[in-house]
């Protein structure tokens, strides 16, 4: 959803920098921490469905390992029951799976980060896993129990696993079904800055409730935000704005969290006192460092004596390129087109009887630094399609990447194998020839390469992919601009793990043909 520009001027405005705050009366600090109660409880009740489904998920990966490593010397099916149920072992079974889910807690596993953000959720979980195991593998070593071989070896990658599906349903649920539980922000910056905060929340569905309000640090520039519908936007003057003021300003707005859009307005000592005080009310702060484009992954807080620096690492072209994802390509797109080869034969029969025309399509594309290569697609387009695009572009006035819904060039076969996607099966060849890649940035043309900026040529630092952020996040219906920050991003911040996570999504994309046409 855009975020529309109109803007609904508040009650109570600021016209200029005296003005420290709205002449609305704020409440006092034990009520503002009373009001936030309510809010506390939503989230205390949110960590119990954390912890109850964690304790269902360690449980059931106990109680396996338990068995699976009772059934490798238990005789018979009786033996294994009467040990199993024996006071001692459950009592054993009970004690493992409060320690399991002590060490998640203890790595902050149950964290509001970790209930908010999957990716900081797994990192803990993860965590707090490996300590218990090591916890288990010191007790075995220092005596005479083998509780590591009994829990950990078997239970661990179970554990794991239902942990994670476990955590991505509750983080799925909440989003979609929970909206009471997700942040509200009073935003708080200069004019430059809160409109960067906007633009980047303008594509999400719940952006009006993220932004619940706006202060301004330099009201005198109001005209010149980019302002949400009916969020209130007020001036205020940092050099005469207490922090227990800011607080109670900040809990007037109904919100949950602070968001700094200008880190320089405060100063550390201001930071520090502002979040005590926010603390006291149960609400969040955050600091943007005005990074976009940037993968956590890459980032690292380090400090340097009192002060902490965010650490940027390399952008990650040369793994990009690496043995890692090379074996990784060759491996995949081997099972992949031995997987599809029914269907690619069957795909190619009916493309030969419809027209008899030629059953596949291969184009050159600009691939790894700049290099033209030929692309292999099975053919979705009449055979004089490439006469007839120049006509289409005068027609629809279309430049660079050019994609229409119900085009005219489409066979009836193509509109089918376009859809599902079956048209790009003969790329696992390119794969395994090394000149594209099963993930990365979308092959182009080369015109449209030569249309290219300096920040979009970067994009050929990697090989093209068959997927890529491009194909789960849209496909045709993005905008160029769009497509050409998910290229960038996956050039700069590749990593197996979004290749992995790209192709688990392919697969759902391609089930609801989302931007396939």
Known sequence: MALRMSLRTPSTTATSPSTALPTTARPSLPHLVRNSDTRQIRHSQRTGFYV???????????????????????????????????????????????????CIALTHGYSHQARTFHRIGRENVLKGSLVFAAVLAMVDALS???LFRHFALFGLPIALFLLMISRKINLT???????????????????????????S??????????????????????????????????????DV??????????????????????????????????????????????????????????????????????????????????LIKRIFDIVVSAVALILVSPVMLATALAIKIEDRGPVFYVSTRIGLHGQPFRIFKFRSMHTDADERLQKLRDEVGAEGLFKMKD???ITKVGKFIRKTSIDELPQFINSLLGTMSVVGPRPHLKHEVEAFGSDMRMRMEVRPGITGLWQVSGRSDLTPE????????????????????????????????????
């Open 241 to 322: 704005l207490s922090t227990e003021e800011f607080a109670r300003t900040a809990a007037s707005y109904d919100c949950d969290a602070v968001w700094v859009a200008s880190i320089s307005e405060f100063g550390h000592r201001n930071l520090r006192r502002l979040s005590w005080q926010l603390d006291k009310a149960n609400m969040r702060l955050y600091l943007d460092p005005m990074l976009e484009g940037i993968s956590g992954t890459r980032l690292d807080v380090v400090p340097f004596g009192p002060r902490h620096a965010l650490f940027v690492d390399r952008p990650r072209f040369s793994a990009a390129n690496g």
């Open 52 to 102: 109850f489904s964690d304790t269902l998920a360690v449980l059931a990966a106990v109680v396996i390992a338990d068995l699976l490593s009772i059934y490798t010397w238990a005789p018979t099916v009786g033996v294994v029951a009467d040990h199993f149920f024996s006071t001692r072992n459950l009592v054993l079974t009970a004690t493992v799976t409060v320690f399991w889910l002590g």
């Open 173 to 199: 649920v909440t989003d979609r079904y929970r909206a009471d539980l997700r942040h509200s922000f009073l935003a708080i910056g200069q004019v430059r800055d809160i409109n960067r905060m906007i633009l």
């Open 201 to 238: 929340f303008r594509d999400r569905d719940d952006a009006r409730d993220l932004i619940h309000g706006i202060l301004l640090t330099d009201p005198e520039n109001r005209a010149d935000l980019l302002d949400v519908v009916g969020v209130p936007v007020d001036g205020v003057c940092m």
């Open 482 to 517: 769009q497509a050409e920050k998910l290229d960038l991003y996956y050039v700069d911040n590749w990593s197996l793990t979004m290749d992995v996570r790209t192709i688990a999504r392919t697969f759902e994309a391609v089930a609801l043909s989302r931007g396939a046409y």
């Open 144 to 146: 005479s129990y083998s």
């Open 407 to 409: 085009d005219p060039r």
